[in-house]
Structure formats: C-alpha cells, structure tokens
C-alpha cells in the first residue's frame, strides 16, 4: 500500500506534465486542423514556405503558416506552435528559393585574416553566391498571389497549384 502511494506521487505530477502541451493564449481565436498541398504541374513541391495572410489586415497577429514536405504537404501552425489555422478567407503567399554556394566560399569556408584579402574574398563570394525562386514570384506577394483559402470548422485540406517550375535570379540589393 505505502509503495503504491509512492509511485502515485511520483507518476501523478509526470502526467500532468506530459499530457496537457502548451497552452494557448487566452485570446487566440480557435484553430482548424489545416494542410494545403502545394503542386506545379501536379508535381508535389518539397520545401516550399506557405503563408496564409489576410490581404485587408496585413497587421492579423495569428500567423499561419509552414513547410511542405516530400508530398507537397503543409501542415499549417499558427505562430509557428499551435496545430490548425483560425477561421477565416486568407490569401496563401507561397515561395521557394535554391543557393548556388560559392566556390570561393567552398575552397576556403572562412574570409582570410588580412583585411585587403577578406575584402576581395568577400568580394567573390558575393559575386559567386546566387540565389533562384524556384515557383512563380507571382505567389511571393500578398498583393499578387491569386490563391486563397477559406478555413471553416473541422478539418480543412486543400491542394494549391502554382504552374510550371521557374527558376528565376533574385536580385541582391546592393548597399
């Protein structure tokens, strides 16, 4: 009986610890399990960021959103913790980008201690390192993107298609 009641204290705290999860915020709106695959040309995107904003409400402080997976599949979180989206019409940003590395960078992973030398190293690297959006920019933007979502009670899935793979420079801003 004592030992019983030993283990019944030690497990009991454990949990109540484990079972619960976080806590939302007292006044997050309720949230809907959401995933929205994203295809081009019927082909699942890997590694895609998903977005969902409200294009009237740019300020909407319950942000939605996440990364498909080897399926095309977003799993959508509000605030990047809490599973499921609020209810409501959002516009659905989408965007993917690829790095070409450097190979100065790849020869030599660190700028070179003289500053003359760091300077011209960081130089090429700048020149060398590209990067490419790989879906259409048209998606990138709240003000472009033509795709929404409505999210409403229950369980919601939708598969998004944003065309044929584009594999456009983006422009570095030059100081």
Avoid: H
């Avoid at 019944?8 to 949230?31: F, I, N, Q, W």
């Avoid at 790095?99 to 030398?117: G, L, V, Y």
């Avoid at 760091?118 to 998606?139: C, G, L, P, R, S």
């Amino acid at each position: 009986m004592k030992r019983a009641l030993i283990i019944s204290l030690l497990v009991l705290p454990l949990t109540a610890l484990c079972g619960c999860g976080e806590k939302t915020p007292p006044d997050m709106p309720k949230l809907f399990p959401t995933s929205i695959t994203i295809t081009q040309e019927g082909t699942p995107v890997e590694g895609a960021s998903v977005q969902l904003l409200k294009k009237d409400d740019l300020y909407y402080k319950w942000l939605a959103g996440g990364t498909t997976d080897a399926s095309g599949v977003c799993t959508i979180r509000t605030m990047g913790k809490y599973t499921g989206a609020p209810e409501g019409t959002f516009q659905v940003v989408v965007y993917k980008t690829n790095k070409i590395e450097s190979e100065t960078r790849k020869a030599q992973p660190n700028a070179p201690s003289d500053p003359a030398e760091a300077a011209e190293w960081a130089k090429k690297v700048d020149e060398e390192e590209k990067e490419f959006d790989q879906i259409d920019t048209k998606y990138k933007s709240v003000d472009t993107t033509d795709l929404t979502i409505t999210i409403a009670s229950g369980k919601n899935a939708e598969t998004l298609e944003v065309g044929a793979p584009v594999n456009i420079e983006v422009k570095k801003a030059r100081l």
